[in-house]
């Protein structure tokens, strides 16, 4: 193996943690060169997740990359020049670049920009989401977000207090939210971040409360949540793993509050007595404290809290409901709607509103 290889299998490995695509899927790239990739990001096929350096000098319980002492480092050109390689070879189709902070964050960051700009400069017109590490400055910020598709900051955990339980250095008011909300000025709408569910300890209502306000503050056009996963050797190799199903559920929930239109003051009604959603779809806990409603008359915002209808679904049924009314689940399925899902929250009434309730 080169020494270039043997970085991007290095490097693309530590990159792995960076979430950038729900249920996403870590694949070798090769055999061979054990290139790591993500399969379904960013809509662009194989993206090659990797970090510019693969050392760091901040402190992070939970993150295995403060731990490397053999410091393996990408210049930007070397980066550049290796991503190409393999996008011209069509072995990859975006890329998703982040580093440890090896040395000065500042100059961390400009080499990440730097590299953006190498590709763009070399004729790359693909997928490319850059990471803002904390701290950042606001005009490396406005650089990255002039030369990416995509760039995010990861908030982590949910407060100040939470993050100084798994993180020393970082300041969660003004490396992370602070540069958050220039990330959101510089990019609206094409930025991400991520929250580690469980690390700090935090409950799903803290969660909640984080996401209400990020998402009123500086509206994020994805969250992604990463379960817990203790690793050898650091401060949080004892702590439990937070169950896989827990990040399941937060990609639900975030859905309703994205797409759906749920408020989190109703999405609250689903959390447990200690502040935990159960192993359960949120959607379908609220819908069980709602009488069904008709589908022939229910407004869209009803539509949509019945389990088994989404967005689209919703806006099939208005359309189709103008021209017949539905008689019961054959027209529901007809719909392109999973009926048993909806079946137990939906009626099929004429004049009354509750006629036949479907037992599917
Ligand atoms: S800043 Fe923290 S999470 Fe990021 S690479 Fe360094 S130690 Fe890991």
């Known amino acids: 193996m080169s020494v270039l290889e043997q970085k991007l299998a290095s490097l693309t490995a530590a990159g792995r943690f960076d979430i950038c695509s729900p249920g996403e899927c870590i694949r070798l790239l090769s055999a061979s060169t054990h290139i790591n990739y993500s399969r379904r990001a960013g809509g662009c096929g194989r993206m090659l997740k990797v970090l510019l350096h693969g050392t760091c000098s901040y402190d992070c319980a939970y993150c295995s990359v403060r731990l490397q002492r053999e410091h393996l480092s990408f210049t930007p050109e070397e980066l550049a020049g290796t991503f190409l390689g393999l996008w011209q070879e069509g072995l990859v189709g975006g890329l998703f670049l982040s580093s440890g902070i090896a040395r000065d964050v500042d100059i961390v960051m400009h080499d990440i920009v730097e590299t953006g700009e190498i590709l763009r400069q070399r004729g790359y017109d693909g997928y490319l989401h850059l990471k803002v590490l904390p701290g950042a400055t606001r005009a490396d910020i406005h650089d990255a977000a002039r ?17 100084g339980c798994i993180a020393g250095v970082k300041d969660y ?18 930025h991400t971040t991520q929250v580690v569910v469980g690390a700090a300890d935090e409950t799903d209502a803290e969660i909640l409360s984080c996401l209400a306000d990020r998402y009123r503050r500086v509206r994020p056009s994805r969250v992604y949540f990463a379960a817990f996963r203790s690793l050898p050797g650091t401060p949080l190799a004892t702590h439990p793993d937070t169950p896989a199903w827990r990040a399941r559920r937060w990609y639900q929930a975030d859905y309703l509050l994205r797409d759906y239109a749920v408020t989190p003051d109703e999405l609250r009604a689903a959390l447990g007595e200690e502040g935990f959603f159960p192993n359960r779809d949120p959607k379908e806990i609220l ?15 009803d539509l949509l809290r019945v389990p088994g209808i989404g967005p689209k679904g919703a806006d099939r ?37 509750v006629q036949t309730r479907l037992a599917l």
């Not at 008011?173 to 094409?190: C, F, M, T, Y």
């Not at 939906?346 to 009354?352: A, K, M, N, S, V």
């Open 147 to 163: 030369v990416a598709d995509r760039i995010s900051i990861n908030l982590e955990t949910t407060s100040p207090d939470r993050l």
């Open 173 to 190: 008011r003004q490396d992370i939210l602070k540069r958050q909300a220039w990330v959101a000025e510089e990019k609206p709408g094409h």
């Open 287 to 301: 819908a069980d404290g709602r009488m069904p409603v008709n589908v022939n008359r229910a407004p869209r915002h």
């Open 317 to 353: 049924i208005i359309a189709l409901r103008r021209v017949r009314p539905f008689t019961g689940p054959a027209d529901l399925v007809r719909a392109g709607i999973r009926g048993k899902a909806a079946g137990r929250h939906l009626t099929f009434g004429g004049r009354e509103t």
